[in-house]
C-alpha cells in the first residue's frame, strides 16, 4: 500500500535550519510529482512547494529563497530544506503524492524568536 513518512521536523530558533525528508513507497515514485503542504491549527493547509517529476519546482510566495524541495528518485525521497526559518513557518508539513492524492502523517516544525 501507499506509504509517505515524513522526518526530520523539530523546534529550531528563528534563522535557523531543517531538512525534512519524506520515504515513500507502494508506488512509481519518480513519475508521481511531488509537493510539500503546511498547516497551523484553525487555517487551511497550504501549498508550500512542488516538484515535478523532471525536477521543474515551484515555491509560495511566503518561502521563495529560502526553502527548497528536491528529489532522489533512487531512494524514494523526497526533501525540503528549510532554511532562515522564522516564526510564521511554525506547522506541521506533510508531503503529498500529487496525482494519487496520498498524504504523509505530517513532521511538525517550531519556530522560536
Known amino acids: 500500500q501507499v506509504q509517505l513518512v515524513e522526518s526530520g521536523g523539530g523546534s529550531v530558533q528563528a534563522g535557523g535550519s531543517l531538512r525534512l525528508s519524506c520515504a515513500a513507497s507502494?508506488?512509481?515514485?519518480?513519475?508521481?510529482?511531488m509537493a510539500w503542504y503546511r498547516q497551523t491549527p484553525g487555517k487551511e493547509r497550504e501549498s508550500v512547494a512542488t516538484?515535478?517529476?523532471?525536477?521543474?519546482?515551484n515555491y509560495a510566495d511566503s518561502v521563495k529563497g529560502r526553502f527548497t524541495i528536491s528529489r532522489d528518485n533512487a531512494k524514494n525521497t523526497v526533501y525540503l530544506q528549510i532554511n532562515s526559518l522564522k516564526p510564521e513557518d511554525t506547522a506541521v508539513y506533510y508531503c503529498?503524492?500529487?496525482?494519487?492524492?496520498?498524504w504523509g502523517q505530517g513532521t511538525q516544525v517550531t519556530v522560536s524568536s
Open positions: 503529498y503524492a500529487v496525482q494519487i492524492g496520498y
Open positions: 507502494g508506488f512509481i515514485f519518480r513519475i508521481i510529482a
Open positions: 516538484i515535478t517529476t523532471g525536477g521543474t519546482t
